[in-house]
RNA sequence: GCCGCUAUCGUCUAACGGUUAGGACAUAGGAUUCUCAAUCCUACAAUUGGAGUUCGAUUCUCCAUAGCGGUACCA
């Protein structure tokens, strides 16, 4: 057992450079003004080069709940785990959030540049900070350097399994917890690499009360784990920088993912070991995914889900507004309701509440989401569609891009297909379906055959018929009544005559409505396209 | 193995301890006298199991089971 002193010696052997105080620090991060009740949130995501749902779905709930109570949200980036980190990792982040119209108030606005007071707020950069806060943790006798190596780790590990017990480190398994100054001296000479654990008092018999937001009250067993805090490399981990950082910046919500209810006794620890007060939390479940190979649910996995990446949705065109609806809806339940009573508002003035969150896992349902991706395309003129495909596949589809800027009013035109009136036309998930469905007003590949229901031969009359008697000039009804004229002289069904004539002019046996299929080709390339296929019968 | 969280139709969920257990998505059928999409109507479909408390339990308690999460010098 080392002494007061030993322990001021020990603090000041590891980080001699370091000369601030707390206060030093607590100083240059005073209390937010803020009005009664206003939410400090924040994201913190690791630019990993890979934004999950998962991940989008708590940085909407943290803007949303920021934004309701006039508060602030906070992005900062945790790239403590440089093994993992990507190049260009901020900006995939950025550009995802950003994509889906999900904006924060403060924190990272780029690679290498930020917003707000309380930064800086890319980990990487608050070295200092961490190591003032945890030399004082050894000063006071909470921390300490362990200079276990991995084969060692391994080897209580496998003793603990075998005995049936609690794995980690933790009370006697701890063997650098109370060696004396001079043992540590002597490792530190030789150059052993260390770490700075938790020197924890917690009793894992003893059991405390508290309030998640979401989760309710919630019973937790004391920690008694002597957790890693600052890596061999310097980096503080995870559990560390969060209540440092959080602190710091004056969060006063933690809204984070439902994997992290484990560590919560840890964290509850660290707060009051650094004589912080606790924020409140927030820990919203996962979003799951039924497994294919044996129908179990899981985590939406990176790996195995191509809609677990955000980039899924940006690269097929996916409206912000339905994936924002589709999570708000899995958020809380009620957001449907509301949605009825609001038709036209835009889904970020809705309320969420914290208790109206579901408890367990939510399985992602992208069926769902493309059912909402449909209504909301439903809204919009077909200018406006015009402009997001234009917007959209400038990056994503060049082709399409060309094409429509050299045919504005004709794809105007294609998209106002069944658009107008109260029967509105819903094919359109994804903006990477428009091409497929301008496709036919631009080239026909292929026919599809109709032989077997109309004949080759009445297919050949009907149309003749259809040329000879077509009157650009009457409206739909008429028009149709033409094509039931034409049914009865030649004794077939209308919908014979009117799939004759769809698969002429479109080359499929499915399209939209005729009529205006007709119309915005117009009447020449109409009969063009009519004679071409009559040639190939 | 150990620790924790959760449990209502296929999926997301609603239901002061008293309801014919409701809605949405999906699926099936029908209507819209041209296909497809949409829309409207109808149908299908659930309280994990077992004890207990209670006049009465989806709701409260306990046990079991299952799912999920954690058990890292990842977040």
């Given amino acids: 057992m080392r002494t007061e002193e030993e322990n001021i010696k020990l603090a000041e052997l590891l980080y001699p450079n370091i000369k601030d105080s707390r206060e030093d620090i607590m100083k240059k991060y005073p209390k937010r003004e803020l009005e009664e009740g206003a939410m400090v949130t924040r994201f913190a995501p690791s630019p990993t080069g890979f934004l999950h749902m998962g991940g989008v779905y708590s940085s909407l709930v943290s803007t949303m709940m920021a934004k309701q109570t006039n508060g602030v949200s906070i992005l900062r980036i945790e790239d403590t785990d440089k093994g993992r980190e990507v190049e260009n990792g901020i900006s995939l982040i950025l550009g995802g959030l950003n994509g889906l119209g999900i904006h924060f108030i403060e924190g990272v606005t780029g690679e290498d ?4 007071e309380y930064g800086p707020y890319v980990q990487s950069r608050r070295l200092p900070i961490y190591h003032t806060f945890i030399k004082e943790m050894i ?36 063997k650098w917890r109370n060696a004396s100054l001079d043992e540590i001296k002597a490792m530190l000479d030789k150059g052993a690499p260390y770490v700075i654990r938790l020197r924890s008092t917690g009793d894992a018999n003893k059991t405390y009360d508290m309030v998640d937001l979401v989760k309710g009250k919630v019973t937790l067993r004391e920690n008694d784990m002597d957790a890693v805090l600052i890596k061999s490399d310097g980096f503080p981990v995870y559990h560390f920088a969060h ?6 910046m004056c969060v006063t919500h933690v809204v984070r993912g439902d994997e992290w209810f484990s560590s919560l006794p840890l964290h509850v620890e660290l707060f009051n070991k650094l004589g912080f007060e606790l924020p409140q939390y927030c820990h919203i479940a996962p979003l799951m995914k039924i497994d294919g190979d044996d129908n179990s649910k899981r985590k939406l996995s990176k790996r195995k889900d191509p809609e677990a990446d955000v980039q899924f949705y940006v690269k097929n065109g996916y409206p912000k507004e339905g994936v924002i609806e589709y999570l708000l809806n899995l958020a809380n339940s009620n957001f449907y309701d509301w949605r009825k009573a609001n038709p036209d ?35 919009l003129s077909a200018e406006e569609i015009y402009d997001r ?26 998209l106002n297909i069944e658009r107008t009136g109260d029967k509105i036309r819903k094919d ?35 149309l003749q018929e259809y040329i000879s008697t077509y009157d650009d000039s009457v409206d739909g009804v008429a028009w149709f009544d033409n094509v039931k004229n034409i ?16 698969v002429a002019i479109t080359g499929r046996t499915k399209s939209p409505d005729l009529y205006q299929v007709i119309h915005v080709l117009g009447k020449e390339e109409m009969f063009n396209r009519i004679s071409l296929y009559l040639k190939k019968l």
């Fill in 243 to 248: 209540p440092v950082d959080d602190t710091l």
């Fill in 487 to 502: 049914a009865t002289k030649y004794n077939v069904s209308a919908g014979d005559v009117a799939m004759t004539i769809r």
């Fill in 113 to 116: 540049t930020e917003a707000g």
């Fill in 428 to 462: 359109i998930v994804k903006l990477a379906d428009v091409k497929d469905l301008m496709s036919i007003f631009f080239d026909i590949s292929s026919y599809e055959d109709i032989s077997n229901r109309v004949s080759t031969d009445m297919q050949k009359n009907l």
């Fill in 139 to 174: 000063a006071n006798g909470y921390a300490y350097p362990c200079f276990m190596t991995e084969k060692e780790l391994n080897d209580i590990r496998d003793k603990q399994l075998a005995l049936g017990v609690k794995t980690g480190c933790y009370g006697d398994w701890a």
């Fill in 389 to 414: 495909v234009v917007e959209w596949s400038s990056t994503y589809d060049k082709e399409l891009n060309s094409l429509l800027l050299e045919n504005k009013d004709y794809c105007t035109a294609i």
């Fill in 345 to 379: 508002a835009s889904p970020f003035d809705f309320i969420l509440r914290f208790e109206k969150f579901n408890k367990a896992g939510a399985l992602f349902d992208i069926v769902k989401l493309d059912n909402a991706c449909k209504d909301y395309w439903a809204t």
